[in-house]
C-alpha cells in the first residue's frame, strides 16, 4: 500500500498541531505508526490522499450514520448554502430540526443548540447545578463527555488512550466536585449517594457506553440511576451525544424507556457538521438564557447548515434504516467471534445496533476496568493487519467501531475476509 503523500502530509501537520492532529483521538499514539491522511469519502468508504480506499468504522465517530456524502444531506446542504452560511439570527432551519429530534425523543420538551458535544455537557451541567443548588456531579469511570473540566475525571476515550494522567490543567478545587465511580455498578453508585446525599447536583451517563469501546448498561443500573437520582433529588442527566439516533430511532433512553431529566446530544444530529445540543423538562430549561439566569450562548450555535445537514440525516433514518444497520452489526459481530474462535483466539464483541467493539478478553467487558484488563497489544495488531487491508477502525483499543446505513453484505463479506487474515496472523504471534 503506498503511503507517500499521506506520510508528507503528516510530516507537515507535525509542525502545524501537537501531535499532527486537531483531535488527539486521531492519532496512532496507542496501536502505533502514522496516521493516514484521507482526501475525500463517499458511503462507507474513505480514500487517502495516495488514492487508497478503506472501509470506514469510524464514521467521524458517530455522525456519518448515513454513510458518507450522502446524496440527499448533499443536496439539502446545498440548498441551504445558497441561502447564507450564517445568519445569527432565529432561523427556521433550528425549528425544523429540533421539532424533528422531540418527536423522536418526547422527553426533551424544550432544547438548546450548540456547537458541540463538550459545549451541551458543560451547559447541562451548568444547569443542573443551577436548579438543584448543589455542587457535586457524579460520572462513571470510562464515561466520556467531551473535554470540559468537570468531566475530565477517569474519563475514556483519547485520554485513556494516551494514558494521560486524570486531569492536567483542571483546577484541583473543581475536579474535587466530580466523583467517578465504576459503571454497571449499582452498589458503588448507591455507595455514593448514601454518603454524599442531598450535594449531589446530577449524574451523567452514557446509556450505552461508547468512548471505553462499546459497553450497554445493564437495565437494570440504568433503572438504579433513575430511582437513587429521584430518591435525593438529583438530576439523572444521559450524555446520548453517540447514541441518540445511532441505537435506534429514540435513542438509547428509547431503547431502554427511562426518562432522563436532561439529554445531551451532538454527533448524528449534525450530519457531519458541528453541533450539539441539550434539553429536557420544560422548568429545568425555563432556567436557561433568556428566560432564566443560567448563562450559555453561541456565535454559531443553531448553524443553519448544521441544522440542515442534521436533519437530512435523521429523514434517513426510518426503523427499517436501523434493522438494516443492526442486520450489518450483528452480521459481523458474529464473524469475528467465529473467525477468531476458529483460530482458537478469545475474542468478546460487544454490539448494540450500529456499534461494536471487539476486545481480546476471555469475558464480556462490563466497566473500564474490564476494558483495560483486555490484551492491547493484540488489539493493536489486529487493527494494523485490518488497516493494511484496507479496513479503518478507530485507532484504539477504547474505541467503539461503527456501522452506517451505507454498509452492506459486500462490505461485511470483505471486512470479514480481512479478519481471517488478521486472526490468522495473530494465532501465529
Ligand atoms: C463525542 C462525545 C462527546 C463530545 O462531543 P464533541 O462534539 O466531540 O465535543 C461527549 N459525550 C459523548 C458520549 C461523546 O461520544
Known sequence: MKKNLSANAMKEAK???????????RA????GGEPVVMDSASGPFLKDLDGNIYIDYIGSWGPMIAGHNHPSVVKKIEQQLKKGISFGTPAQPENHLAKEIMSRMPYIEKIRMVNSGTEAVMSAIRLARAATGRELIVKFDGGYHGHSDSVLVEAGSGI???????SPG?????????????????????????EKREEIACVVVEPIAGNMGCI???????????????????????????TGFRVGTNGA??????????????????????????????????????DGPVYQAGTLSGNPLAMTA????LELLTGETYSEIW????????????????????????????????FFTKSTPRNFLDVKASDIGRFNRFFHSMLNQGIYFGPSAYEAAFVSASHNEETTKKTLQAAETAFSELSQT
Open 216 to 242: 450497554p448498561a445493564s437495565t437494570d443500573f440504568l433503572k438504579h440511576l433513575r430511582l437513587l437520582t429521584t430518591k435525593y433529588s438529583a438530576l439523572l442527566i444521559f450524555d446520548e451525544v453517540m
Open 160 to 166: 485513556s488512550t494516551l494514558g494521560l494522567p486524570d
Open 170 to 194: 483542571v483546577p484541583r478545587n473543581l475536579a474535587e466536585k466530580s466523583i467517578s465511580v465504576a459503571y454497571n455498578d449499582n452498589e458503588a453508585i448507591q455507595q455514593v449517594f448514601e
Open 327 to 358: 442486520k450489518q452489526t450483528q452480521k459481523l459481530a458474529s464473524g469475528f467471534e467465529e473467525i477468531a474462535e476458529s483460530h482458537s483466539i478469545k475474542v468478546s464483541v460487544t454490539k448494540v445496533c450500529g456499534m461494536f467493539s471487539i
Open 15 to 25: 509542525e502545524l498541531f501537537p501531535g499532527g492532529v486537531n483531535s488527539p483521538v
Open 28 to 31: 496512532f499514539q496507542s496501536v
Open 253 to 290: 433512553q428509547g431503547l431502554y424507556n427511562i426518562q432522563p431529566d436532561l439529554t445531551v446530544l451532538g454527533k448524528i444530529i449534525g450530519g457531519g457538521l458541528p453541533v450539539g445540543a441539550f434539553g429536557g423538562k420544560r422548568h429545568l430549561m425555563r432556567e436557561v438564557a433568556p
Open 310 to 313: 442534521g436533519l437530512a440525516t
